[in-house]
């Protein structure tokens, strides 16, 4: 089983990875939001810590629900009713309060993942806007049917505006999830990538700016 730990807290995971890995399971560890919906459809479940330095992990929780069903896990010292139920509301199969037993742990993601058989085939996210099918999963943009080359970098922007289904998705968290960083030089590159992506899908209109916050996608948004 493929897990990815994101948690930002170096001694909690320095703890649980080996734990886990005992037990057989494949672990890989991000320490921020960044990159995870780029690995998203790598994993089989997501331990996912709401508390990251870059990013409120009930927010990346929404995100990561936009575009996969794959199993997701919170482990948050975050422990109020209040937490537990905006959590499980973002897309979390189940919510475990720090600390907790391995064990514990352990039996939670064999549990979400038997909800999950193996032998069942996974819907492909494909967001539609107007003649315009952005597939998340197949990392493949057609327009009028006609398949576009993108850059990777020209992909990952697309699809996290595509992801947020018509709602606005922030410069910051562009910059962050792509460039890792968000300075100057990283913010004109974002600039000159998003004129890239008008002119090679020749629908000027489909990724508006949103003055001061960011980007949406423009036209009738449909999943798919």
């Known amino acids: 089983m493929r897990v990815l730990l994101v948690e930002d807290d170096d001694r909690v995971a320095g703890a649980l990875i080996p734990a886990l890995a005992r037990r057989g399971l494949a672990i890989a560890r991000l320490a921020t939001g960044a990159g995870v919906l780029e690995r998203v459809h790598e994993v089989d479940v997501i331990l996912l810590d709401l508390g990251l330095p870059d990013i409120d992990g009930v927010t990346l929780c929404t995100q990561i629900r936009a575009v996969s069903d794959v199993a997701i896990i919170v482990v948050s010292a975050r422990g109020e009713v209040d937490?537990?139920?905006?959590?499980?509301?973002?897309?979390?199969?189940?919510?475990?309060?720090?600390?907790?037993?391995?064990?514990?742990?352990?039996?939670?993601?064999?549990?979400?993942?038997?909800?999950?058989?193996?032998?069942?085939?996974?819907?492909?996210?494909?967001?539609?806007?107007?003649?315009?099918?952005?597939?998340?999963?197949?990392?493949?943009?057609?327009?009028?049917?006609?398949?576009?080359?993108?850059?990777?970098?020209?992909?990952?922007?697309?699809?996290?505006?595509?992801?947020?289904?018509?709602?606005?998705?922030?410069?910051?968290h562009v910059l962050t999830e792509v460039w890792g960083h968000r300075g100057p030089a990283e913010s004109r590159s974002l600039d000159v990538h998003v004129a890239t992506l008008r002119t090679k899908l020749g629908r000027p209109a489909l990724i508006e700016t949103v003055r001061g916050v960011g980007y949406r996608l423009g036209g009738q948004t449909a999943r798919s």
């Open 83 to 172: 937490d537990r139920i905006r959590g499980l509301r973002a897309g979390a199969d189940d919510y475990l309060v720090k600390p907790y037993d391995v064990e514990e742990l352990l039996a939670r993601v064999e549990a979400v993942r038997r909800r999950r058989p193996e032998h069942a085939v996974a819907e492909p996210v494909v967001i539609k806007a107007g003649d315009v099918s952005v597939d998340l999963a197949r990392h493949e943009v057609l327009v009028d049917g006609r398949a576009i080359a993108l850059s990777r970098k020209e992909f990952q922007v697309l699809a996290l505006v595509a992801g947020a289904r018509g709602a606005v998705c922030s410069r910051e």
